[in-house]
């Protein structure tokens, strides 16, 4: 698909990308490593374009190459961008650890880098070219007071000017407590139309317990049995959140699918059966999957359906990214799936 200059993006984002240097092996061990791009907000646009729609995206890079790579990179994937240079800060990096076949370990070198600068003045400028849809994450608040003055700013104005609000919790303790984000992003919460959260994140932005219920009843079965503390205590943060007015709460469960609750009940999808290689930016590719469907006009099922398939080409494949489908792909692991089932 294709947009004029004057016409809306499907979907806007911004945030800190950094540049991930990848190993086979422990790092201390040395070896070679492989540079790639990282960053939550970026490959949910990359993932949106991928799918055909317009995206966006809009940061700050240092002045040094990592910078002019992440640029071409999100370039060379058809992503808009409204971005500066800032002349005297770095641009993040972050080292990821293949420690063993099943476990991989982050170290993340971004304190003080130009990501963190991101301002409202960034944002108010790429909001004036108008998104039908404004990606947020809880990671971008967590990287300076003027990051989080941009994301405050952003959330308000879009949900003032009719724009679906996405936010995706996406913690990182390694930036701010629980304490800390809980502070934070439950006021972000209330500015957005869907919230996206693992089912560890949700008391994170759910307002206080005021009674008991859950929102809706279970649909497809998800492994997580009517009743059980864990789906109940799900539930109950869900139909608090669909109290302050979320019109969607979608919950990442991994391996074990996700789940989408709406005040006309709750709707579950299991994940797609594939080898999973590499889990880093799974969750982002079941975003991506989740808010292109929207974007086409699909139902809550077939959004679901569309992102747990992105999610599992991501896990299927290495990177943070590349694995994404194009959307003439989505009907592969269909296809792969029934002929494994005949």
Known sequence: MTASALDPVGLLTFGESMVSLRSTGPLANGGTLNMQVAGAESNVAIGVARLGHTSAWAGAVGADPHGEFILKQLRGEGVHLHHSVHPDRSTGVMFLEQRTADLSRAFYYR?????ATISRDHVAAALDGGARILHLTGITPALSAEARDAVEYAAERAAGEGIVVSFDVNYRSKLWSRDQA?????????????VI??????????PPRAGSGAAG???????????????????????????????????KRGAAGAAVYTTEGRREASAVAVTCVDTVGAGDAFTAGYLSALLDGDDVAGRLHRGVLAGAF????????????????LSLLDAARGSTQR
Request: aromatic letters at 2%; a negative charge; glycine letters at 12%.
């Open 197 to 206: 959260a693992s089912d560890d994140e949700l008391d994170l932005i759910a």
């Open 314 to 329: 991501a896990v299927s494949t290495r990177g943070d990214w590349e694995g994404l489908p194009r959307r003439g792909e």
């Open 111 to 115: 304190a003080g880098s130009a990501g």
């Open 182 to 194: 809980r502070a934070v992003l439950g006021l972000l919460a209330r500015h957005a139309t869907i």
């Open 217 to 251: 009843q279970p649909g497809s079965s998800s492994g997580r049995p009517a009743g059980s503390e864990e789906a109940d205590a799900e539930a109950c943060a869900a139909s608090r959140l669909l109290d302050a007015g979320v019109r969607e709460v979608v919950v």
